[in-house]
């Protein structure tokens, strides 16, 4: 039976497992974890991506990976066979490092971004190689933490959710870690349904839809040109909000603000303009979008007000369109 293709996303986050050809070693030296970290760093600066997760296992690798512009599996081409000549000439062998293909699962960020940080740092505690994370040196939770300096990793759009400050961030995800140490093994985060997606069966439909897998069930209520620019579209939707545009993407986080924000994301997201895009333009980060879209969704089912704001940011993009 062929494999069904992985779903794409630009900001999606993907759970990605990679394993030694028949589970053998990957990893036998200090050099060849090394050599994998710093070439994980080359390929994340040429083909960017958020890397909020890391562990490297003695024969299998987990990461946690928003995609940006570059594809995935792109990214894991250019990782893996780097790393594999590497590997054999090395050790003077031919053939597979890594065993057939790496799995990709699509997560639902609102839900399993912390959860699925914590699982994959807990890995080493799991295979009892490690009493606690923090003695493992081959994984990203020691950067989350304060202990080592690693710029290889995005650790704060997870440490958000837990304080406000480092400091408190810190402490609070080290207690979530530790309560995980009793979970074990989770098999939700390895078995998915067909399509390779991980979340609620609205995110589920949502995703497949984005790629054009299933068709729009409704046509959109206006049309724009098809390369609006971010930049127009920001100046548009603050006149029709009231705010000065530089007041407007400023850093905070006063309710009356953020859910402007969200009511913005939701009408630029459905004109098809990029998570980046929007990200730079808010002066927020790439998975802070994301959640607001899905938040905005949840909030147009609910509130009148909320929704006649969205009609609003509408009718001012789409009058300045025309003219």
């Not at 940080?117 to 606690?132: D, G, T």
């Not at 923090?134 to 939770?141: G, K």
């Not at 304060?146 to 959710?161: A, F, I, Q």
């Not at 002066?283 to 979008?289: A, E, K, P, R, Y």
């Amino acid at each position: 039976m062929a494999r069904k293709p992985r779903i794409e996303i630009e900001g999606g986050l993907y759970h990605i497992l990679t394993r030694g050809n028949n589970r053998q070693l990957i990893f036998k030296a200090a050099e060849d974890y090394n050599k994998m970290l710093s070439r994980l760093a080359e390929v994340k600066r040429i083909l960017p991506f958020y890397l909020y997760a890391y562990c490297l296992m003695p024969n299998h690798i987990h990461m946690l990976v928003e995609r940006r512009d570059d594809a995935i599996s792109r990214v894991m081409h250019r990782l893996l066979t780097g790393y594999s000549q590497f590997y054999n000439r090395k050790y003077r062998r031919v053939g597979h490092v890594f065993q057939g293909r790496y799995k990709a699962i699509l997560c639902e960020s609102d839900q399993y971004l912390a959860e699925l940080v914590r699982y994959i740092h807990l890995n080493p505690v799991r295979a009892e190689m490690v009493r606690q994370p923090t003695s493992y040196i081959y994984s990203s939770h020691r950067a989350y933490v304060g202990l080592s300096k690693d710029d290889l990793v995005d650790t704060e759009p997870v440490l958000r959710y837990f304080g406000a400050t480092k400091r408190v961030a810190r402490e609070r995800f080290k207690t979530f870690v530790r309560a995980g140490i009793k979970l074990g093994h989770v098999e939700e985060f390895y078995s998915t349904r067909d399509q390779g997606i991980l979340g609620s069966e609205e995110f589920m439909e949502n995703a497949v839809r984005r790629v054009g897998e299933i068709p729009r069930k409704a046509k959109p209520r206006f049309e724009l040109r098809a390369s609006i620019d971010s930049a127009e579209f920001i100046n548009a939707a603050a006149v029709a909000v009231g705010m000065n545009a530089i007041e407007f993407c400023r850093n905070t986080k006063v309710r009356a603000v953020v859910e402007i924000k969200e009511a913005v994301i939701l009408v630029g997201r459905n004109l098809g303009i990029s998570n980046a895009s929007l990200a730079a333009e808010l002066g927020i980060h790439t998975s802070v979008v994301s959640r607001r879209f899905d938040s905005a969704r949840n909030r147009m089912k609910v509130s009148s007000e909320f929704k006649k704001r969205v009609e609003r940011i509408e009718s001012s993009v789409l009058s300045r369109d025309k003219t």
